[in-house]
């Protein structure tokens, strides 16, 4: 019996780069997550300064977060 690499040798290299496409888009998804996540902390951090929040309001941007 014969390995399935040997009798498809070329369907395998394209199941292989296809498959290392997938996880190089997932990769570049997840960091740019990761950035706006991070932008978006920093402007919340930003836009809070110089201003007095109440009690109530600080926790409702707590969850809102």
Do not use: V, W, Y
């Amino acid at each position: 019996m014969k390995h399935a690499s040997e009798m498809f040798p070329e369907a395998l290299k394209q199941l292989i780069e296809i498959g290392d496409k997938g996880m190089k888009q997932r990769e570049q998804r997840e960091r740019a997550k990761q950035a706006s996540k991070a932008s978006f902390t920093r402007a919340c951090k930003h836009g809070a300064r110089g201003q007095s929040f109440t009690e109530k309001e600080k926790i409702q941007l707590t969850f809102n977060l």
